[in-house]
Protein backbone atom coordinates (compact mmCIF):
# COMPACT_ATOMS: atom_id res chain seq x y z
CA UNK A 1 0.00 0.00 0.00
CA UNK A 2 2.82 2.32 0.76
CA UNK A 3 3.87 2.35 -2.74
CA UNK A 4 1.01 3.07 -3.99
CA UNK A 5 0.34 6.20 -2.02
CA UNK A 6 4.16 7.25 -2.82
CA UNK A 7 3.23 6.74 -6.74
CA UNK A 8 -0.04 8.67 -6.10
CA UNK A 9 1.39 11.36 -3.89
CA UNK A 10 4.20 11.71 -7.11
CA UNK A 11 1.45 11.84 -9.44
CA UNK A 12 -0.20 14.72 -8.01
CA UNK A 13 2.86 16.79 -7.43
CA UNK A 14 3.88 16.55 -10.78
CA UNK A 15 0.89 17.43 -12.29
CA UNK A 16 0.49 20.65 -9.81
CA UNK A 17 3.47 21.68 -10.63
CA UNK A 18 2.73 21.69 -14.26
CA UNK A 19 -0.58 23.48 -13.61
CA UNK A 20 0.64 25.72 -11.82
CA UNK A 21 3.62 26.95 -14.14
CA UNK A 22 1.11 26.86 -17.03
CA UNK A 23 -0.44 30.00 -15.75
CA UNK A 24 2.75 31.92 -15.55
CA UNK A 25 3.37 32.02 -19.02
CA UNK A 26 5.60 28.32 -19.08
CA UNK A 27 3.07 26.89 -21.67
CA UNK A 28 -0.29 27.22 -23.08
CA UNK A 29 -0.05 30.60 -25.13
CA UNK A 30 1.70 33.17 -22.14
CA UNK A 31 -0.44 32.44 -19.33
CA UNK A 32 -0.57 35.92 -17.08
CA UNK A 33 2.10 37.47 -19.22
CA UNK A 34 4.63 35.87 -17.91
CA UNK A 35 3.76 36.32 -14.67
CA UNK A 36 4.87 40.48 -15.09
CA UNK A 37 2.35 43.15 -14.78
CA UNK A 38 1.31 44.44 -18.54
CA UNK A 39 -2.51 43.03 -17.00
CA UNK A 40 -4.83 42.33 -20.02
CA UNK A 41 -6.35 39.27 -18.27
CA UNK A 42 -3.76 37.74 -20.41
CA UNK A 43 -4.69 38.78 -23.32
CA UNK A 44 -1.67 40.75 -25.11
CA UNK A 45 -2.86 43.99 -26.97
CA UNK A 46 -1.09 43.29 -30.40
CA UNK A 47 -3.71 40.77 -31.12
CA UNK A 48 -6.65 43.53 -29.89
CA UNK A 49 -5.68 45.81 -32.56
CA UNK A 50 -5.07 42.98 -35.02
CA UNK A 51 -8.70 41.64 -34.15
CA UNK A 52 -10.28 45.64 -34.42
CA UNK A 53 -8.21 45.54 -37.54
CA UNK A 54 -9.63 42.59 -39.16
CA UNK A 55 -13.48 43.61 -38.35
CA UNK A 56 -13.00 46.98 -39.77
CA UNK A 57 -11.72 45.13 -43.42
CA UNK A 58 -14.20 43.10 -44.99
CA UNK A 59 -13.72 39.64 -46.39
CA UNK A 60 -12.09 39.54 -50.53
CA UNK A 61 -14.15 36.94 -52.10
CA UNK A 62 -11.81 34.56 -54.13
CA UNK A 63 -12.38 35.76 -57.86
CA UNK A 64 -13.25 32.02 -58.94
CA UNK A 65 -15.89 31.86 -57.00
CA UNK A 66 -17.53 35.87 -57.89
CA UNK A 67 -16.70 34.17 -61.47
CA UNK A 68 -18.70 31.12 -60.49
CA UNK A 69 -21.29 32.90 -59.01
CA UNK A 70 -21.82 34.97 -62.48
CA UNK A 71 -21.65 32.14 -64.44
CA UNK A 72 -24.48 30.34 -62.30
CA UNK A 73 -26.88 33.76 -62.57
CA UNK A 74 -25.76 32.91 -66.56
CA UNK A 75 -26.20 29.15 -67.06
CA UNK A 76 -30.12 29.24 -67.19
CA UNK A 77 -30.71 32.71 -69.00
CA UNK A 78 -28.02 31.70 -71.64
CA UNK A 79 -28.41 27.86 -71.89
CA UNK A 80 -24.82 27.43 -71.26
CA UNK A 81 -23.36 23.65 -71.01
CA UNK A 82 -20.99 22.10 -68.88
CA UNK A 83 -17.62 22.73 -70.89
CA UNK A 84 -18.82 26.42 -71.71
CA UNK A 85 -19.84 27.01 -67.96
CA UNK A 86 -15.99 26.19 -67.03
CA UNK A 87 -14.36 28.24 -70.48
CA UNK A 88 -16.68 31.00 -69.65
CA UNK A 89 -15.51 30.60 -65.42
CA UNK A 90 -12.53 30.82 -66.29
CA UNK A 91 -12.15 33.95 -68.67
CA UNK A 92 -14.69 35.85 -66.09
CA UNK A 93 -11.92 34.53 -63.10
CA UNK A 94 -8.88 35.81 -65.36
CA UNK A 95 -10.85 39.30 -66.32
CA UNK A 96 -11.82 40.00 -62.68
CA UNK A 97 -8.18 38.97 -61.45
CA UNK A 98 -7.26 41.95 -64.12
CA UNK A 99 -9.48 44.12 -63.13
CA UNK A 100 -8.80 43.98 -59.35
CA UNK A 101 -4.72 44.83 -60.22
CA UNK A 102 -5.48 47.60 -62.49
CA UNK A 103 -7.91 49.60 -59.78
CA UNK A 104 -5.18 48.82 -57.14
CA UNK A 105 -2.46 50.64 -59.68
CA UNK A 106 -2.38 54.18 -58.04
CA UNK A 107 0.03 55.56 -61.14
CA UNK A 108 -3.19 55.86 -63.34
CA UNK A 109 -5.33 58.51 -63.15
CA UNK A 110 -9.18 57.84 -62.56
CA UNK A 111 -9.94 57.95 -66.25
CA UNK A 112 -6.92 55.76 -67.52
CA UNK A 113 -8.23 53.49 -64.74
CA UNK A 114 -11.98 53.57 -66.69
CA UNK A 115 -10.17 53.20 -70.10
CA UNK A 116 -8.33 50.47 -69.29
CA UNK A 117 -11.39 49.01 -67.87
CA UNK A 118 -14.04 49.09 -70.60
CA UNK A 119 -10.94 47.65 -72.94
CA UNK A 120 -10.77 45.11 -70.55
CA UNK A 121 -14.46 44.62 -70.32
CA UNK A 122 -14.50 44.54 -74.18
CA UNK A 123 -11.66 42.22 -74.61
CA UNK A 124 -13.51 39.76 -72.11
CA UNK A 125 -16.80 39.47 -74.39
CA UNK A 126 -14.99 38.97 -77.22
CA UNK A 127 -13.17 35.98 -75.52
CA UNK A 128 -16.81 34.59 -73.89
CA UNK A 129 -18.42 34.92 -77.14
CA UNK A 130 -16.12 32.87 -78.73
CA UNK A 131 -17.36 30.17 -76.46
CA UNK A 132 -21.40 30.63 -77.66
CA UNK A 133 -23.32 30.01 -80.39
CA UNK A 134 -25.43 32.91 -82.33
CA UNK A 135 -28.41 32.11 -80.54
CA UNK A 136 -26.53 32.28 -76.70
CA UNK A 137 -24.44 35.72 -78.17
CA UNK A 138 -27.70 37.51 -78.26
CA UNK A 139 -29.14 36.07 -75.05
CA UNK A 140 -25.79 36.95 -73.50
CA UNK A 141 -26.28 40.57 -74.41
CA UNK A 142 -28.86 41.03 -73.17
CA UNK A 143 -28.37 38.78 -69.94
CA UNK A 144 -24.84 41.48 -69.57
CA UNK A 145 -27.32 44.80 -69.86
CA UNK A 146 -30.12 43.28 -66.91
CA UNK A 147 -26.19 42.41 -65.05
CA UNK A 148 -25.64 46.08 -65.21
CA UNK A 149 -28.56 47.25 -64.58
CA UNK A 150 -28.34 44.85 -61.25
CA UNK A 151 -24.99 46.21 -60.28
CA UNK A 152 -26.24 49.81 -60.74
CA UNK A 153 -29.47 49.70 -58.60
CA UNK A 154 -27.54 48.12 -55.77
CA UNK A 155 -24.62 50.84 -55.82
CA UNK A 156 -27.15 53.61 -55.98
CA UNK A 157 -29.13 52.06 -53.05
CA UNK A 158 -25.66 51.83 -51.47
CA UNK A 159 -25.39 55.54 -51.70
CA UNK A 160 -28.90 56.12 -50.90
CA UNK A 161 -28.47 54.12 -47.55
CA UNK A 162 -24.96 55.66 -46.98
CA UNK A 163 -26.42 59.40 -47.36
CA UNK A 164 -28.88 58.17 -45.28
CA UNK A 165 -27.09 57.28 -42.88
CA UNK A 166 -24.79 60.22 -43.29
CA UNK A 167 -27.71 62.85 -42.86
CA UNK A 168 -28.92 60.52 -39.75
CA UNK A 169 -25.60 61.25 -37.85
CA UNK A 170 -25.12 65.05 -39.27
CA UNK A 171 -28.55 65.47 -37.64
CA UNK A 172 -27.67 63.69 -34.05
CA UNK A 173 -24.56 65.72 -34.08
CA UNK A 174 -26.54 69.09 -34.25
CA UNK A 175 -28.85 68.54 -32.04
CA UNK A 176 -26.88 67.77 -28.92
CA UNK A 177 -26.11 70.58 -26.84
CA UNK A 178 -23.27 72.40 -26.84
CA UNK A 179 -21.55 72.82 -23.52
Do not use: C, W
Not at 143 to 151: A, G, I, Q, S
Amino acid sequence: MKPFQSLLLFVFTVLSIHTVSAQYGNGYGGGYNNGYGRGGGGMDRSMTNQSSQQQSKPKETPVEEVAAQIVEQMKPEVNLDELQAIAITNVLAESIREQGILLKNENSSQDQKMEQIKALREETNKKVNAFLNPDQKDKYTSFMENFKEVKKSKSKNKKKKNSKEETKETLEETSKPTE
